[in-house]
T-cell receptor, first 115, second 112 residues
Framework: GAGVSQSPRYKVAKRGQDVALRCDPI?????LFWYQQALGQGPEFLTY????????KSGLPSDRFFAERPEGSVSTLKIQRTQQEDSAVYLC?????????????FGSGTQLSVL | GQQVMQIPQYQHVQEGEDFTTYCNSS?????IQWYKQRPGGHPVFLIQ?????EVKKQKRLTFQFGEAKKNSSLHITATQTTDVGTYFC????????????FGKGTKLSVIP
């Protein structure tokens, strides 16, 4: 595709609900990242995929957070039993190759509000 | 762990004035990237610096990477209303590292 696509753009969840956020990276991009951006803050790393392999999930805040990229393209970030502190913008980014020092292409993000 | 600090947090300038934001890392960086996020938008890549002491220019924007590779700056000459947004620096620690650590950003407002 022309850019990184994320859906839904906005998600409102009641506390305790499960949510699933989708990311469709740029076609052919090997690397995929999830970041969490709280209001007025910079993006914070959650997890990293190289193709279908999840190489780093050190940034996931709790075991309620789970990410997958089963076929090495589309990725889903799932949050179980959402809490108010999960409210943030979830950004997906992709880069061309599985190397460091590459620029990231970000999607428009999913703004999650947990009531 | 690695920390990246940015100052100032906010900057209000009159159109035509210059603007500078500073980025400092607690550790030596292998590279630093700069991103711009417009209000309501997503981060967009501006530039990457890799070499110690490197200086790069993009029209009215000048980017510097410190000699010790622990700090960086972005300077905008003669700001325009189109420069409004939040500017983030982001660094990686190891040469092959993929994990970018972002600063909190500097939010620039330009008064016409």
């Amino acid at each position: 595709g022309a850019g990184v696509s994320q859906s839904p753009r906005y998600k409102v969840a009641k506390r305790g609900q499960d949510v699933a956020l989708r990311c469709d990276p740029i076609s052919g991009h090997v690397s995929l990242f999830w970041y969490q951006q709280a209001l007025g803050q910079g993006p914070e790393f959650l997890t990293y995929f190289q193709n279908e392999a999840q190489l780093d999930k050190s940034g996931l805040p709790s075991d309620r957070f789970f990410a997958e990229r089963p076929e090495g393209s589309v990725s889903t970030l799932k949050i179980q039993r959402t809490q108010q502190e999960d409210s943030a913008v979830y950004l997906c980014a992709s880069s061309l190759a599985g190397q460091g020092n590459e620029k990231l292409f970000f999607g428009s993000g999913t703004q999650l509000s947990v009531l | 762990g690695q920390q990246v600090m940015q100052i100032p947090q906010y900057q209000h300038v009159q159109e035509g004035e210059d603007f500078t934001t500073y980025c400092n890392s607690s550790t030596t960086l292998s590279n630093i990237q700069w991103y711009k996020q417009r209000p309501g938008g997503h981060p967009v890549f501006l530039i990457q610096l890799v070499k110690s002491g490197e200086v790069k220019k993009q029209k009215r924007l000048t980017f510097q990477f410190g000699e010790a590779k622990k700090n960086s700056s972005l300077h905008i000459t003669a700001t325009q209303t189109t420069d409004v947004g939040t500017y983030f620096c982001a660094g990686t620690e190891g040469a092959g590292s993929y994990q970018l650590t972002f600063g909190k950003g500097t939010k620039l407002s330009v008064i016409p």
